[in-house]
């Protein structure tokens, strides 16, 4: 294949006749099988679900399964982005595009707005705000009484993630009690909470980033073009090439300069890496992952660069 | 290797941020290329007897862990005033876990070699923590059970193999570890296999391998040593990559299972007004054509295609997701099983079953909890406590109680006809969960049948626990 930017999205003939000559499973049918499962135990087991979507390639996977899991029906459920408002504009073009092709309902927990009701305290221009992200949606899922919010982590992105259930219970205050998780036997998924309390649900969870990406390639599934090698002004920080931007300018000392790059996450454009790459097309994205020696939250991400545990102590806090 | 096909693409050259090396022997699996070839296992054995440091040793040998993670492992090390790398760390990610040096949780890991991949569950071996284990033995095809070698086989080793043998799990890598310690000698060895013998042919498990090991050293995990000449079977990863898969799923399983069965998750209403009826195959593939029995209605009818997304199949796997539709207009609703004609599941509404309590309160007859029953939740009651399985001597004794990691046998009674299969039959309808209708909490897991123990002549010498 050559690229993928702008690939059919709909049921193609070619998908029709790639499933009837193909009488054997393999480990992406049964990844996706398992994910299809997940969403509906979830659909059916809890009052209120949501499906959160940022605009990244997981959650790109996740709408996908979703779609397969309800078609020719509408979702059962809303779709949400929680807003940092550090935006690559790539990404909200795509984010609302995709929800409005599916004819979903998009809402936002809106970061911004939490800084603007003095929900939580502004960091500053250019400030990090991934984990101010967790306020945005705890008060969401308050204000909406979600009971259960579908998203699209994987067990491979960090070390607490990888002990996570797949449907992992949050008490009152949105916390994650990692000592006292349910347990979780064979595929017997258990959605029920109590008001107040709520479930994160994770179909993706045994997904592995190669995995995502072979997906994406069968699925022919369309990404935020910043997933693609392309040229971009960026600033080498910490070990990081961010990309400058409305909050991201040369501190003193720092350059910005010409690259090619593309990004391997999506998330708050302050603190979200690219790497050096040539890789235009999925092919050779699957290549690059495939001998990669860097993890992908290692390779760009700040957030996660604070302590040893950062993922797990956001989690606790009510993190995604 | 030959895991890349095209080693050409224009990678960046190392430079200041460059991730990429060129090398392909670092690569975790075959680019591009589906692998079907895929083995769940899960690490189990009693606390402290080193589960966590084989799994280390064994993704560190392989070249699984990507740079940054074996510098976040040396920091983490360091910072605990431990030379070098306490590999342990790898799966042990919690705070409470490193502070403690245990394992409080399964944490799961993917791996790939040339052979074939791997998805892992770590299990803790505190008996405090046995609802996890069970969590990740659960979804396994095979046990990697480790064993301290100079101390032997403890209760809590016991309880883990009866576990996940009682799950189903029907082959063993026993990692007789820490032979480094008593200088390799061969006795120790030998003793670890004449147990696990033991313990294998009574809870009916097909292959048994026990390997010599020094998890702390990588001798025979991944790399053969020359420390133990007196063995030659194959190392930790060439077990691995030569143990039967798909035990689990039934795949590729050899054993006898159940014909086709259709747990209905959810009734998606198709354009014109008809229904399908979507759910996840187990038991036997599912074809158009089959003739089905609605349970616990009892309807009959025939399938008349089996949708995806992507199209109808002419026939639908085991482990695939589909909706399905009947040639008439039966009620069927979330909760209702779809049977193979053929080949029907029990109707119940009282049953005898093995479970593993979780909870601290006891578990005492009529009690009233939930059951989950492939997509069915519904009242029930137990009806009696009948036995408690002793897991040194592998014998049910009678009890009216079950406390907090026991494994024994119930009757229970359900407030909605449950169409059921013995577990060893069927693993989706031969299994259950029960959940605390206060807490919602998971304080069972629950396999229809009694556990299958093979009648032994009693040799007591090669019952003392070791610890």
């Not at chain 2, 064993?147 to 890598?173: M, S």
């Not at chain 2, 097909?206 to 194959?234: E, F, K, M, Q």
């Not at chain 2, 309808?429 to 093979?454: E, K, R, Y």
């Amino acid at each position: 294949m050559t690229t993928t930017l702008d690939p059919p999205t709909a049921t193609t003939v070619e998908s029709r006749s790639r499933i009837a000559a193909r009488p054997t499973v393999d480990h992406l049918d049964l990844l996706e099988a398992h994910a299809i499962f997940i969403m509906r135990e979830v659909a059916a087991e809890c009052e209120r679900p949501v499906l959160l979507f940022s605009g990244g390639k997981d959650s790109a996977v996740l709408l996908r399964v979703a779609e397969k899991a309800f078609r020719p029906g509408r979702l059962p459920f809303p779709v949400m982005h929680v807003d940092t408002g550090h935006n690559f504009p790539e990404v909200i073009d795509f984010r609302d595009r995709r929800v409005a092709e599916l004819g979903e309902r998009l809402l936002i927990a809106s970061v911004q707005e939490s800084i603007d009701t003095g929900r939580v305290a502004d960091p500053g221009h250019g400030g990090m705000r991934n984990r101010l992200q967790t306020t945005a949606l705890l008060d969401a899922i308050t204000a909406h009484g979600f009971d259960a919010c579908i998203g699209g982590a994987r067990r491979d992105e960090d070390k607490a993630r990888a002990k996570e259930r797949v449907l992992s219970f949050r008490d009152a205050f949105g916390q994650w009690d990692p000592k006292r998780q349910r347990p979780e036997l064979w595929q017997l998924y258990s959605g029920q909470v109590r008001p107040g309390e709520h479930l994160r649900a994770f179909p993706l969870s045994d997904w592995t980033e190669l995995d995502i990406w072979q997906y994406i390639e069968r699925e022919a599934i369309e990404l935020p073009s910043i997933y693609y090698a392309h040229r971009r002004s960026v600033i080498e920080r910490d070990g990081m090439l961010l990309a400058e931007s409305a909050w991201v300018a040369p501190r003193p000392g720092e350059t910005a300069y010409e690259e090619t790059v593309r990004f391997r996450t999506v998330g708050d454009a302050t603190c979200t890496g690219a790497v050096r790459s040539e890789a235009t097309t999925v092919e050779r994205i699957i290549h690059e992952v495939a001998i990669s020696r860097v993890s992908e939250r290692g390779a760009t991400r700040a957030d996660d660069r604070f302590s040893e545990t950062s993922m797990e102590d956001r989690k606790r806090e009510g993190y995604f | 290797m030959a895991a890349i096909a095209d080693g050409t693409d224009a990678v960046a050259e190392a430079g200041g941020v460059s991730e990429y090396g060129s090398d392909a022997d670092v690569s975790r699996e075959p680019a591009g290329q589906p692998v079907m070839d895929l083995l769940r296992f899960a690490a189990v054995g009693s606390v402290d007897d080193g589960k966590s440091t084989l799994i280390g040793r064994l993704l560190h040998d392989t070249k699984q862990l990507f740079d940054d993670q074996i510098e976040a492992v040396e920091l983490a090390s360091r910072g605990r005033g431990i030379d070098g790398m306490d590999l342990s760390f790898v799966t042990d990610g919690l705070r409470a876990e490193r502070e403690q040096g245990i394992t409080i949780d399964v944490a799961y890991r993917y791996a790939a070699t040339p052979a074939r991949k791997f998805v892992i569950a770590d299990c803790p071996g505190h008996v405090q923590y046995t609802r996890n284990m069970a969590t990740g033995a659960s979804t396994a095809d095979l046990a990697l059970v480790v064993v301290d070698a100079p101390k032997g086989l403890r209760e809590q080793t016991r309880r883990h193999v009866c576990i996940a043998a009682l799950l189903g799990v029907r082959h063993l890598i026993v990692a007789a570890n820490k032979m480094d310690q008593i200088d390799w000698d061969q006795s120790a060895y030998d003793r670890v296999v004449s147990e696990m013998a033991h313990l294998s042919e009574r809870l009916g498990v097909v292959s048994c391998t026990v390997i010599p090991v020094s998890a702390l050293h990588g001798d025979n995990v991944a790399d053969r040593t020359d420390a133990a000449p007196w063995y030659d079977g194959p190392t930790i990863l060439e077990a691995l990559e030569q143990a039967p898969v798909g035990e689990w799923a039934g795949v590729q399983g050899t054993h006898q299972g159940s014909g086709a069965r259709l747990p209905v998750q959810w009734v998606l209403r198709q354009p014109g007004g008809g229904r399908t009826y979507a759910g996840m195959i187990n038991g036997g593939p599912l074809r158009a054509g089959d003739e089905v029995v609605v349970l616990p209605s009892g309807q009959r009818s025939r399938v008349t295609a089996v949708e995806t997304l992507d199209g109808p199949l002419r026939e639908a796997a085991v482990g695939l997701s589909v909706s399905v539709q009947l040639a008439d207009d039966v009620d069927v609703s979330r909760g209702d099983l779809l049977a193979a004609a053929g080949d029907l599941p029990d109707l119940v509404t009282q049953l005898v079953a093995t479970v593993c309590w979780f909870d601290g309160k006891p578990l005492i007859a009529g009690a009233q909890y939930r059951i989950k029953h492939t997509t069915r939740v519904t009242p029930a009651r137990i009806v009696s406590v009948d036995a408690r399985l002793d897991v040194n001597r592998l014998e049910l004794l009678p009890a009216d109680s079950l406390e907090e990691n026991d494994i024994g046998t119930v009757t229970i009674s359900v407030a909605t006809p449950l169409a059921t299969d013995p577990y060893h039959r069927n693993r989706i309808t031969g299994s259950f969960v029960l959940i605390d209708p206060n807490t919602n909490g998971t304080v069972a897991a629950g396999m229809v049948g009694l556990p299958d123990l093979t009648p032994l002549d009693e040799d007591p010498a090669s019952l003392d626990d070791h610890a």
